[in-house]
């Protein structure tokens, strides 16, 4: 496969995804390494940018997606009625940074940080896609474990958790940790 067909294929592959496609993954069906999925995949992202062409490439984490610039938002949103990101209530946004910072989290660990129930804010994240499942902590009761989602990383426009910025513990020295926090089970 030579390189303008790499790319070819990798901008069919995520034209018709229509949703984040792991480098790894586009890797296997090409029958390339997955260094050169990220290197052809970066090279389209820069020559959309340059063209200023009306759709790009995103990066989020390992994975890609196709969209449109946001130069063109007002075009697509006037055309598709489509709706504008999720308008997030002070608690739901609080809420949404600790699960974001502190992922995975309970329930229970949100509500000890922010000293008030979040049932209703967690529910709400969940509702918008913001936050998922990702399976349960191994104590008694076995509570739900929290993480952020590839929607989180495009609504606040995010390639990776570590483009967060940093935070200041305000009330704490350290972060409370969870019981038996390093061997969550996954979800069956």
Sequence with gaps: MEQNEIQR???????????????????FALDQEED?????AQALMDALAFNRSGIRILKLENAYQMCSSGEMASYVTKTLET?????????????????????PATKAYVEQLRGVDS??????LLTKKLIEECGRLNVPGRPILYRTTPDFLRTFGLQSLEELPEIELMNF???????????PEAEA
């Design 9 to 27: 294929a990798i901008m069919a592959i995520l034209f018709a995804a229509g949703e984040p496609v792991d480098a790894k993954r586009m890797a």
């Design 36 to 40: 050169t999925v990220h290197r052809e």
């Design 83 to 103: 709706r504008k990101p999720p308008k997030l209530s002070a608690s739901q946004l609080e809420t949404l940074t600790i699960i974001a910072y502190y992922q």
């Design 119 to 124: 049932a209703y804010s967690v529910s709400a």
């Design 173 to 183: 020295q350290s972060r409370p940790q969870l019981p038996q926090e390093s061997a």
